[in-house]
Nanobody, 121 residues
Framework: QVQLVESGGGLVQAGGSLRLSCAAS????????MGWYRQAPGKQRELVAA???????NYADSVKGRFTISRDNAKNTVYLQMNSLKPEDTAVYYC???????????????WGQGTQVTVSS
């Protein structure tokens, strides 16, 4: 019913920047919170940043001051601008969205397929 497609991952040197995008499509009535999570090898998935439909944001302590989350509600898209990247930021990054779907007007959380971010030292 709803698809989330991420883009923008890749390989970057420490200190560099990347911008991730995640576009939602399908039977969307409205989208509440959107966010980015990451999972490094051997570790649990963790919240990186989240943003409400009104623009309120929340960040993990480890990325505060370096990452910025934003969204374009008209395009159903969320972005993650990542600056001053560190090797410990290496992970698969997943976007998610709390979507109310048309017809049923029921809300569910949807996930993207993930995009690899690798930061070399």
């Amino acid at each position: 019913q709803v698809q989330l497609v991420e883009s923008g991952g890749g390989l970057v040197q420490a200190g560099g920047s990347l911008r991730l995008s995640c576009a939602a499509s399908g039977r969307i009535f409205s989208i509440n919170a959107m966010g980015w999570y990451r999972q490094a090898p051997g570790k649990q998935r963790e919240l990186v940043a989240a943003i409400t439909s009104g623009g309120n944001t929340n960040y993990a302590d480890s990325v505060k001051g370096r990452f910025t989350i934003s969204r374009d509600n008209a395009k159903n898209t969320v972005y993650l601008q990542m600056n001053s990247l560190k090797p410990e930021d290496t992970a698969v990054y997943y976007c998610n969205a709390d979507v109310v779907v048309t017809l049923t007007l029921r809300g569910s959380r949807y996930w993207g397929q993930g995009t690899q971010v690798t930061v070399s030292s």
